[in-house]
């Protein structure tokens, strides 16, 4: 790269998942000279290995229960209903393709140069890259560092022999039984998908409850649905030793001294900051306590020439929050603009376990510690479908109201398209709306939803 100016680039961003495309292409559009490496895959974890195909086996494990459900309203399938995982899985590598090409035509389009390449940072304005062709540096004035997570793996006998979440998407052959280790996100995301595709599925966790950190009904509520829907939950256990039997399938021993015999093991057990190789050690880039890389509000490491933002840094590991603080660093960094620091606290989240999660704000315990008094809405009922699907599925939905300022500082679902939901619900969390705005709303009849607007009592002080 050449250029009659100081440095080959103004950013250069090393990695092209959600955080780094979003900051690559916002900059060039701000008339930045932008570059981006990537050696693996474009979009990232969220397009490749994450949200998006994640999603897209939930929708497929979903129908597993609206064949059921069908029967009560008057639809009848003249064969029971059979899962071929090829299809699924080989449908899902073609939407990937698909969504690779338009990262590579929208990168190209804005006009970011591309190097399909490992990178590492060299100094604070250069960067190397491990191409076919030997290294290439390349100078930049700010290098954006957005490199995301890999999954972590506990050692125990045998370890070896547990999947990843990145391998779990690929399998050549679909796990009759399936065990999962772990108990968040991804543990009851891939349980509840496995056991909606007819897995016999069973999940591990070492702590009495699935979720930490989860308002503890919401919690309480999943594992009950979850169970209900033929999941087996092992709660205060964890894997001793995995040993592969003649025949290819899994021994697990867990520390209870019980053993099952499984097809595959997954390991949900959390992501580390993806710093292999990447060379900020010796410029002096130090990590934080959760092992990831502290940032100013500028989004500036200890070298404030080298930004970094996304999974590689604090704060929850969320696609939409990489994309936010991308925009944030792109307007402060390439438009001047003042910081205008996220707020952090009304996030909204889903799981999508089955039934789903959708929380925003503040749970019930964290709200009792924050203020004097709250008030406790919640409401749990049959869905109006299920009066003639049979299924004896609950749904669940509360509010958290601060007691003084009558705002709404939490709001908690667990039932179908809970994440779809409480989207809306979180507009008005973060705009800091009062339970009587929520009472002076009209409900959307019939519906779930429109409980989030008629609960009137408070169930608890
Ligand atoms: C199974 C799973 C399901 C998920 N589901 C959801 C969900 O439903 N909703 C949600 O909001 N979030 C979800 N997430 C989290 C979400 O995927 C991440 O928060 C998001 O991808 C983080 O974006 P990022 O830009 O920080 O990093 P990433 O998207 O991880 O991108 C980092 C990129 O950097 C590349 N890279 C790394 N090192 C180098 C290097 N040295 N040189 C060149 N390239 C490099 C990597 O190959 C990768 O492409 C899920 C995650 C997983 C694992
Ligand atoms: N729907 C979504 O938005 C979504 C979906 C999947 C992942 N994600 C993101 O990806 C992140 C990573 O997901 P995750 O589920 O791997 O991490 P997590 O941090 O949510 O859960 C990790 C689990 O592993 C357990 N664990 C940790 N060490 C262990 C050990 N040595 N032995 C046994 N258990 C152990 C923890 O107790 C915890 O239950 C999430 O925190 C989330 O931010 C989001």
Not at 23 to 45: F, H, K, N, P, Q
Not at 274 to 302: C, H, M, P
Not at 422 to 446: C, M, N, S, W, Y
Request: glycine share 10%.
């Amino acid at each position: 790269m050449s250029s009659d100016a100081e440095y080959d680039v103004d950013l250069f961003v090393i990695g092209a998942g959600s955080g780094g495309v979003r900051a690559a292409r916002m900059a060039a559009a701000a008339g930045a000279r932008v570059a981006i490496a990537e050696d693996r895959y474009l979009g990232g974890t969220c397009v490749n290995v994450g949200c998006v195909p994640k999603k897209l086996y939930s929708y497929a494990a979903h129908f597993h229960d609206s064949f059921d459900d069908a029967a009560g309203f008057g639809w009848h399938l003249d064969s029971p209903a059979t899962f071929d995982w090829p299809t699924l899985r080989d449908n899902k590598t073609s939407e990937i393709k698909r969504l690779n090409g338009i990262y590579q035509r929208m990168l190209e389009g804005a006009g970011v140069t591309l190097f399909n390449a490992r990178a590492r940072v060299a100094n604070a304005h250069t960067v190397t890259l491990t191409t076919a062709d030997g290294e290439v540096n390349v100078s930049a004035e700010k290098i954006l560092l957005a490199t995301g997570g890999w999954p972590w793996v506990p050692e125990f006998p045998g370890s070896d022999l547990a999947l990843n979440s990145n391998q779990v998407f690929d399998l050549d052959t679909f796990p009759k039984r399936f065990l999962v280790l772990g108990g968040g996100y991804i543990a009851v995301e891939f349980a509840s998908i496995f056991n909606g595709l007819g897995s016999e599925t069973h999940l591990i966790y070492r702590g009495d409850l699935l979720l930490k950190g989860f308002d503890q009904e919401v919690r309480e509520f999943t594992r009950d649905e979850m169970a209900k829907k033929g999941v087996n939950l092992h709660f205060s256990t964890n894997i001793a030793r995995i040993e592969q039997l003649p025949e290819g399938s899994l021994k697990v021993e867990l520390t209870t001294g019980e053993i099952l015999e499984v097809d595959a093991v997954l390991s949900a057990t959390g992501r580390k900051a993806n710093i292999t190789g990447l060379g900020i050690e010796s410029l002096g880039i130090a990590l934080n306590d959760e092992g990831k890389l502290s940032v100013n509000e500028r989004y500036e490491t200890q070298v404030p020439s080298i930004l970094a933002l996304g999974d590689l840094t604090a704060g929850p590991e969320l696609t939409p929050v990489a994309l936010a603080e991308a925009m944030q660093l792109v307007d402060i960094h390439f438009h001047k603009k003042a910081p205008r620091p996220l707020d952090y606290a009304t996030i909204p989240t889903a799981v999508f376990c089955h039934p789903n999660i959708g929380t925003v704000g503040l749970s019930e315990e964290a709200a009792r510690d924050e203020f004097p008094k709250i008030r406790v809405y919640r409401t749990d009922f049959r869905a109006m479908k299920h009066t003639l699907s049979g299924s004896q599925e609950r749904m669940l939905m509360k509010l958290i109201v601060d007691d003084a300022s009558d705002v709404v500082v939490g709001a908690h679902m667990v039932g179908e398209e809970a994440g779809e939901l409480i989207q809306g619900i979180a507009i008005a969390v973060r705009a800091g709306l009062t339970k009587e705005d929520f009472d002076r709303t009209i409900g959307i009849h019939p519906t779930g939803a429109e409980e989030f607007v008629t609960m009137r009592t408070p169930s608890r002080y």
